[in-house]
Protein backbone atom coordinates (compact mmCIF):
# COMPACT_ATOMS: atom_id res chain seq x y z
CA UNK A 1 0.00 0.00 0.00
CA UNK A 2 2.52 2.19 1.05
CA UNK A 3 5.99 2.77 -0.72
CA UNK A 4 9.20 4.01 0.28
CA UNK A 5 10.73 6.65 -2.14
CA UNK A 6 13.71 7.43 -0.58
CA UNK A 7 13.21 11.04 0.65
CA UNK A 8 12.09 9.75 4.37
CA UNK A 9 13.81 8.89 7.54
CA UNK A 10 12.95 5.19 8.38
CA UNK A 11 11.95 6.26 11.67
CA UNK A 12 9.30 8.30 9.84
CA UNK A 13 8.44 5.51 7.35
CA UNK A 14 7.29 3.08 10.73
CA UNK A 15 5.40 5.55 12.38
CA UNK A 16 3.55 6.15 9.04
CA UNK A 17 2.93 2.50 8.49
CA UNK A 18 1.87 2.23 12.46
CA UNK A 19 -0.78 4.81 12.16
CA UNK A 20 -2.47 2.94 8.47
CA UNK A 21 -2.87 -0.35 10.85
CA UNK A 22 -4.43 1.96 13.03
CA UNK A 23 -6.76 3.33 11.34
CA UNK A 24 -7.94 -0.21 9.86
CA UNK A 25 -8.03 -1.74 13.26
CA UNK A 26 -10.36 1.92 14.28
CA UNK A 27 -12.78 0.77 11.43
CA UNK A 28 -13.07 -2.13 13.01
CA UNK A 29 -14.02 -1.39 16.37
CA UNK A 30 -15.66 1.87 15.66
CA UNK A 31 -19.25 1.27 17.02
CA UNK A 32 -17.98 -1.01 20.25
CA UNK A 33 -17.73 2.43 22.07
CA UNK A 34 -20.85 3.44 21.45
CA UNK A 35 -22.62 0.03 22.82
CA UNK A 36 -20.19 0.36 26.05
CA UNK A 37 -21.16 3.73 26.45
CA UNK A 38 -24.85 3.33 25.77
CA UNK A 39 -24.91 -0.03 28.31
CA UNK A 40 -23.11 2.18 30.93
CA UNK A 41 -24.14 5.38 30.75
CA UNK A 42 -27.91 4.58 32.26
CA UNK A 43 -26.75 2.85 35.15
CA UNK A 44 -24.35 5.83 35.73
CA UNK A 45 -27.03 8.27 35.58
CA UNK A 46 -29.26 5.35 38.23
CA UNK A 47 -26.40 5.87 40.66
CA UNK A 48 -25.86 9.28 40.51
CA UNK A 49 -29.62 9.90 40.71
CA UNK A 50 -29.81 8.02 43.34
CA UNK A 51 -27.28 9.59 45.82
CA UNK A 52 -28.98 12.36 44.80
CA UNK A 53 -32.04 11.26 45.70
CA UNK A 54 -31.15 10.05 48.56
CA UNK A 55 -30.04 13.16 50.20
CA UNK A 56 -32.87 14.41 49.10
CA UNK A 57 -35.03 12.10 51.15
CA UNK A 58 -32.77 12.97 54.07
CA UNK A 59 -32.66 16.55 53.93
CA UNK A 60 -36.96 15.91 54.28
CA UNK A 61 -35.94 13.70 56.77
CA UNK A 62 -34.49 16.32 59.29
CA UNK A 63 -36.98 19.15 58.19
CA UNK A 64 -39.52 16.41 59.37
CA UNK A 65 -37.56 15.31 62.45
CA UNK A 66 -37.53 19.56 63.49
CA UNK A 67 -40.91 20.00 62.72
CA UNK A 68 -42.00 17.34 64.94
CA UNK A 69 -40.14 18.78 67.64
CA UNK A 70 -40.99 22.31 67.38
CA UNK A 71 -44.70 21.41 67.16
CA UNK A 72 -44.76 18.59 70.33
CA UNK A 73 -42.95 21.43 72.00
CA UNK A 74 -45.91 23.74 71.55
CA UNK A 75 -48.34 21.10 71.92
CA UNK A 76 -47.13 20.23 75.35
CA UNK A 77 -47.20 23.96 76.47
CA UNK A 78 -50.54 24.07 75.37
CA UNK A 79 -52.05 20.68 76.91
CA UNK A 80 -51.94 22.21 79.92
CA UNK A 81 -53.52 20.36 83.38
CA UNK A 82 -53.66 17.03 83.55
CA UNK A 83 -57.78 16.92 82.77
CA UNK A 84 -56.08 19.28 79.72
CA UNK A 85 -57.89 19.31 76.46
CA UNK A 86 -55.78 17.38 73.61
CA UNK A 87 -58.23 18.79 70.92
CA UNK A 88 -56.92 22.62 72.06
CA UNK A 89 -53.29 21.42 71.47
CA UNK A 90 -54.06 19.54 68.27
CA UNK A 91 -55.37 23.03 67.33
CA UNK A 92 -52.82 25.08 68.06
CA UNK A 93 -50.23 22.43 66.52
CA UNK A 94 -52.14 22.61 63.02
CA UNK A 95 -51.63 26.71 63.37
CA UNK A 96 -48.10 26.04 63.72
CA UNK A 97 -48.18 22.82 61.29
CA UNK A 98 -49.49 25.65 58.36
CA UNK A 99 -47.09 28.04 59.13
CA UNK A 100 -43.83 25.83 59.08
CA UNK A 101 -44.28 23.27 55.52
CA UNK A 102 -44.83 25.05 52.62
CA UNK A 103 -47.54 22.90 51.72
CA UNK A 104 -49.61 21.31 54.83
CA UNK A 105 -51.87 19.73 53.10
CA UNK A 106 -49.49 17.03 52.68
CA UNK A 107 -48.85 16.77 56.29
CA UNK A 108 -51.25 15.24 58.85
CA UNK A 109 -50.34 15.37 62.86
CA UNK A 110 -51.78 12.97 65.49
CA UNK A 111 -51.46 13.70 69.27
CA UNK A 112 -51.96 11.88 71.77
CA UNK A 113 -51.52 11.79 76.31
CA UNK A 114 -49.62 8.90 78.07
CA UNK A 115 -49.58 9.04 81.45
CA UNK A 116 -46.33 8.22 82.85
CA UNK A 117 -45.47 8.07 85.91
CA UNK A 118 -46.42 9.14 89.74
CA UNK A 119 -44.18 12.11 90.85
CA UNK A 120 -43.35 10.79 94.32
CA UNK A 121 -43.15 14.37 95.76
CA UNK A 122 -46.20 15.44 95.11
CA UNK A 123 -49.48 13.35 96.47
CA UNK A 124 -51.50 12.21 93.72
CA UNK A 125 -49.70 13.91 90.61
CA UNK A 126 -49.57 12.13 87.45
CA UNK A 127 -47.40 13.24 84.97
CA UNK A 128 -48.15 12.86 81.70
CA UNK A 129 -45.99 13.13 77.66
CA UNK A 130 -47.94 14.24 74.59
CA UNK A 131 -46.64 11.73 71.53
CA UNK A 132 -46.92 13.44 68.23
CA UNK A 133 -46.85 11.50 65.22
CA UNK A 134 -46.00 13.52 61.69
CA UNK A 135 -46.65 12.12 58.70
CA UNK A 136 -44.79 14.08 55.45
CA UNK A 137 -45.22 12.92 52.06
CA UNK A 138 -42.10 13.68 50.24
CA UNK A 139 -41.88 14.91 46.52
CA UNK A 140 -39.11 13.17 44.54
CA UNK A 141 -37.32 15.02 42.66
CA UNK A 142 -34.96 12.94 39.82
CA UNK A 143 -35.65 11.39 37.08
CA UNK A 144 -35.13 7.57 37.10
CA UNK A 145 -35.50 6.93 41.30
CA UNK A 146 -38.59 9.48 41.03
CA UNK A 147 -40.00 6.02 40.10
CA UNK A 148 -37.99 3.76 41.86
CA UNK A 149 -38.03 5.15 45.13
CA UNK A 150 -41.54 5.80 45.39
CA UNK A 151 -43.85 4.42 47.26
CA UNK A 152 -46.22 2.96 45.97
CA UNK A 153 -44.74 2.37 43.30
CA UNK A 154 -44.60 5.24 40.47
CA UNK A 155 -46.25 7.54 42.54
CA UNK A 156 -43.53 9.95 42.84
CA UNK A 157 -43.51 10.41 46.66
CA UNK A 158 -42.17 8.78 49.65
CA UNK A 159 -44.05 9.10 52.85
CA UNK A 160 -41.57 10.42 56.29
CA UNK A 161 -43.51 9.36 59.02
CA UNK A 162 -41.77 10.92 62.47
CA UNK A 163 -42.50 11.01 66.44
CA UNK A 164 -41.39 12.70 69.27
CA UNK A 165 -42.39 12.79 73.23
CA UNK A 166 -42.42 15.37 74.88
CA UNK A 167 -43.52 15.86 78.80
CA UNK A 168 -46.62 17.89 79.71
CA UNK A 169 -46.03 20.58 81.08
CA UNK A 170 -48.66 21.26 84.16
CA UNK A 171 -48.72 23.21 87.46
CA UNK A 172 -48.76 20.71 90.30
CA UNK A 173 -52.07 20.96 92.50
Avoid: W
Avoid at 26 to 41: P, S
Avoid at 102 to 111: D, E, W
Amino acid sequence: MFKYKGNLKPSCLGFIKFVLSERKSRNKNAGQTTVELLLVLPMFFFFIFAIMEIGNIAFQVIVANHGVYEIARIGSLTAGPPDGNIGVATQRMNAVKSKMFPNPGRVSISARRQVTQTDPQLENHANADLIVTLKYKANLVFPITRYVLSKPLGSGTQTITVTARMPIESPAQ
